[in-house]
């Protein structure tokens, strides 16, 4: 069985408040973007964990796909599988990439051991693999909450519009990106802000880590400012970065000397 897990955006993040475990309460617009890894699993003697393409730094055991069937063979008991995972997406570019092969494992798992599992219960299972992995379960965009792990469903469609995505040689750790960030809860609701005319939003929807890592990591400022130069009508960082992209009308001719990588999509 082969599928295709998809990334994601962030459009805003506020940072809204620290909590007692130590993490933070978020608010985020997670969107559905069609950049993919190349997920295959296939029935075996044993099971294996098989990654190709681009590098995922991990032991097997901390492998999101390994623990995604682990979590369903702890409750049915399932025959050992062959996971084989593409890497497409750059791994740890605040695109959600691994919470999406996690639930891309879940669902394909389902379907191939007529589990029945519906969406509320593959969601449930996907919560237990990281914040944003249930929103992989249902890909439509969501006003996302707490940990970044409760939705609330949101009209945005971006159907038409070119997205530019940056892909900077540059890697920042979650820890990292908090570590100097001041929680603040904002004046209005992203909720309420996304609803804005896409042309608005530049002035009025941000990402609360962009101020501190913009200082420390000068080229993505740099490239956001281009973005805009060219003609983007609303470019940020997606999360914790260090992806940068742009939203345009049509795409313009632009390279940049540090990514590793530029892709282009139509959404």
């Known amino acids: 069985m082969i599928s ?3 990334s994601k955006i962030n459009i805003g993040l506020n940072i809204v408040s620290k909590r007692d475990d130590g993490y933070h309460n978020i608010e985020t617009v997670f969107y559905p973007i069609p950049y993919k890894d190349i997920l295959e699993i296939l029935p075996s003697q044993k ?3 098989i990654n190709l393409g681009k590098k995922i730094d991990c032991k097997i055991e901390d492998n999101l796909c390994y623990k995604a069937y682990q979590i369903l063979n702890s409750e049915f008991n399932l025959p050992p599988v062959k996971i084989i ?3 497409n ?6 695109l959600g990439s691994g919470s999406s092969d996690a639930a891309h494992t879940l669902i394909s798992l389902n ?3 007529d589990l029945n599992l519906d969406e509320e219960q593959l969601q449930f299972y996907a919560s237990k693999l990281g914040a944003d992995c249930a929103f992989f379960i249902k890909n439509k965009a969501v006003f996302a909450q707490g940990l970044g792990n409760v939705f609330s469903e949101i009209s945005l469609d971006l159907s038409g519009k070119h997205l530019m995505l940056c892909l900077p040689d540059v890697h920042v750790s979650t820890a990292l990106a908090y570590k100097n960030c001041k929680p603040n809860m904002p004046s209005q609701s992203l909720k309420s802000l996304i609803s804005l005319p ?4 530049k002035n009025n929807i941000k990402n609360d880590f962009e101020e501190n890592l913009f200082v420390q990591f000068p080229n993505l400022q740099k ?8 003609g983007a009508i609303y ?3 997606s999360g914790s970065g260090s992806a940068i992209f742009g939203i345009f009308d049509s795409l313009p001719n632009l390279n940049f000397k540090n990514c590793d990588e530029i892709k282009t999509f139509i959404l």
């Open 4 to 6: 295709f897990p998809n």
């Open 47 to 49: 099971l294996e964990v």
């Open 85 to 87: 995972l593409y890497k």
């Open 89 to 94: 997406v750059v791994f740890g570019s605040g």
């Open 111 to 113: 379907k191939l051991f």
């Open 198 to 201: 896409l042309e608005q939003w």
């Open 223 to 230: 490239i956001k400012h281009e973005l805009y130069q060219k």
């Open 235 to 237: 470019a940020q960082m």
